[in-house]
T-cell receptor
Framework: NAGVMQNPRHLVRRRGQEARLRCSPM?????VYWYRQLPEEGLKFMVY????????ESGMPKERFSAEFPKEGPSILRIQQVVRGDSAAYFC?????????????FGPGTRLTVT | KQEVTQIPAALSVPEGENLVLNCSFT??????LQWFRQDPGKGLTSLLL?????REQTSGRLNASLDKSSGRSTLYIAASQPGDSATYLC???????????FGSGTRLLVRP
């Protein structure tokens, strides 16, 4: 059973460009979570999605950021008009619909650098 | 609002030493607590998950304890090795919630 997959692993964008980060959850997992880790900081929750639904986006910046988890395909975190402050590691996690432990399984992350 | 704090922020020990990493949380209404390891520039490796009904979990040289009443968790590493050098993160799952609240981590260096 492959783990959570994220791509690309590294992404470089110039200021003003768009960044698209992809996350494929573990097989059988229908819940996806995105976290951001700014340099020298801990991970911060951004958004929680189920298939075709955004459940909680309370951690998402109000502007330029959006997320989706379509019926088919990976979850996408989209950042429009990137700025230097968006440079961070973005981690995706997934969990099954029913889990006694509610444990989330993390991907390797995408490291975004904005130049 | 739940806050998770890790002390110390950094720790340097000689190889072979036993050590304890501390994690405290402000809201005792946590569901589970999980310890992760993060190597520089890498993802998260899950070490131990302690469910709310449990007091501790063990895996090899690692032992994690959870005391909800005092708002504390500790990660004990026995006979430390240079390969244990990494940042250790604790994270709390809140009751009726799916959000993981992370601490800022303890950066561990084990000197040969």
């Amino acid at each position: 059973n492959a783990g959570v997959m994220q791509n690309p692993r590294h992404l470089v964008r110039r200021r003003g460009q768009e960044a698209r980060l992809r996350c494929s959850p573990m097989k059988g997992h229908s819940h996806v979570y995105w976290y951001r880790q700014l340099p020298e900081e801990g991970l911060k929750f951004m958004v929680y999605l189920q298939k075709e639904n955004i459940i909680d986006e309370s951690g998402m910046p109000k502007e330029r950021f959006s997320a989706e988890f379509p019926k088919e395909g990976p979850s996408i975190l989209r950042i429009q008009q990137v700025v230097r402050g968006d440079s961070a590691a973005y981690f995706c996690a997934s969990s099954p619909y029913v889990s006694e432990t509610y444990e989330q399984y993390f991907g390797p992350g995408t490291r975004l650098t904005v130049t | 609002k739940q806050e998770v704090t890790q002390i110390p922020a950094a720790l340097s020990v000689p190889e072979g030493e036993n050590l304890v990493l501390n994690c405290s949380f402000t809201d005792s209404a946590i569901y589970n607590l999980q310890w992760f390891r993060q190597d520089p520039g890498k993802g998260l490796t899950s070490l131990l998950l302690i469910q709310s009904s449990q007091r501790e979990q063990t895996s090899g040289r690692l032992n994690a304890s959870l005391d909800k009443s005092s708002g504390r968790s500790t990660l004990y590493i026995a006979a430390s090795q240079p390969g244990d050098s990494a940042t250790y993160l604790c994270a709390a799952y809140m009751d009726s919630s799916y959000k993981l609240i992370f601490g800022s981590g303890t950066r561990l260096l084990v000197r040969p």
